[in-house]
């Protein structure tokens, strides 16, 4: 089982942003946003500051896969 980024990728081009944006509306580290871009996992707190600075829940930014 691997974690999936597609749906925050997705949301934030629907809503106008580039993938990089992530890390000014949300505060995030360049090397954090590395890892989301490697489908790698981050600490919880992490899904929660871009799941607050998105207005949205964690099942709009992440999912599991098998």
Request: aromatic share 10%; hydrophobic share 40%.
């Amino acid at each position: 089982m691997y974690i999936s980024y597609s749906n925050l990728w997705r949301l934030l081009e629907r809503r106008g942003y580039a993938r990089k944006d992530i890390i000014w509306l949300s505060g995030i580290s360049e090397s954090t946003y590395r890892k989301l871009l490697a489908g790698d996992s981050v600490r919880l707190d992490v899904l929660e500051r871009v799941c607050n600075a998105l207005r949205v829940d964690i099942g709009d930014v992440c999912s599991f896969k098998r």
